[in-house]
């Protein structure tokens, strides 16, 4: 099946460093990627969703300031949280569509622990 | 718009009990349905889906789950499950046709008891 791996899987920084996540779609190409942030015990929030070639586009209330997303390749993406703090501590995971016709199913990354200090 | 409802934030069954873990939808358009599975610090993997056809829905590790239209409904089950079964369960859903955004539900634990 469709793999998607993240790196790295777990990260600590200093408050104020920022920190870049990769997500990669290893076996196929994924023109459409997604971002979501867990907090313990919750379900996922769907931060953005990163189209290969273009911007991404933000849910409501996500700054695209602090959370810099690039979709460079049909293979990877990039979240970048900047400037980080205590509070953005979270699971960060991302999804990327695969496409086959007739299907529609995000296959996820194994997300990454970031922890602010 | 759609959402999802979990039910039930902890579901706890013996080991070889069967189990269903409740979800249900509201949606005011057709749409497609998804059951995943996150083992602790890891992402989610997709245990079964639902696009169309047949209504009862096969998925791995022995899971099914029915849509049923008419109680927007998507319960999964299992027959006899196993320890390795313990994990949290999504439920999630999303309008048909073309790219649509995946809403999920705020997940159950299901915790096997030996």
């Known amino acids: 099946g469709a793999v998607v791996s993240q790196h790295p899987s777990w990260v600590i920084c200093k408050s104020g460093t920022s920190v870049k996540i990769e997500c990669r779609s290893l076996?196929?190409?994924?023109?459409?990627m997604f971002w979501y942030r867990q907090f313990p015990k919750q379900s996922l929030m769907l931060m953005a969703t990163?189209?290969?070639?273009?911007?991404?586009?933000?849910e409501q209330g996500v700054e695209k300031d602090k959370f810099l997303i690039n979709h460079a390749s049909l293979t990877l993406s990039t979240l970048t949280v900047t400037s980080a703090h205590p509070e953005d501590s979270s699971f960060y995971i991302c999804?990327?569509?695969?496409?086959?016709?007739?299907?529609?199913?995000?296959?996820f990354g194994p997300g990454t622990r970031l922890t602010v200090l | 718009a759609q959402s999802v409802t979990q039910l039930d934030s902890q579901v706890p069954v013996f080991e070889e009990a069967p189990v269903e873990l409740r979800c249900n939808y509201s949606?005011?358009?057709?749409?497609?349905l998804f059951w995943y599975v996150q083992y602790p610090n890891q992402g989610l993997q997709l245990l079964l889906k639902?696009?169309?056809?047949?209504?009862l829905v096969k998925g791995i590790n022995g899971f099914e789950a029915e849509f049923n239209k008419s109680q927007t409904s998507f319960h999964l089950r299992k027959p006899s499950v196993h320890i390795s079964d313990t994990a949290e369960y999504f439920c999630?859903?999303?309008?048909?046709?073309?790219?649509?955004?995946?809403?999920f539900g705020t997940g159950t634990k299901l915790q096997v008891i030996p």
């Open positions: 999804s990327a569509r695969d496409l086959p016709a007739g299907t529609d199913t995000q296959y």
């Open positions: 076996d196929f190409q994924a023109t459409t």
């Open positions: 990163s189209n290969e070639g273009s911007k991404a586009t933000y």
């Open positions: 949606s005011s358009v057709s749409v497609y």
């Open positions: 639902y696009l169309s056809g047949s209504t």
């Open positions: 999630a859903v999303s309008a048909s046709g073309g790219y649509q955004k995946v809403t």
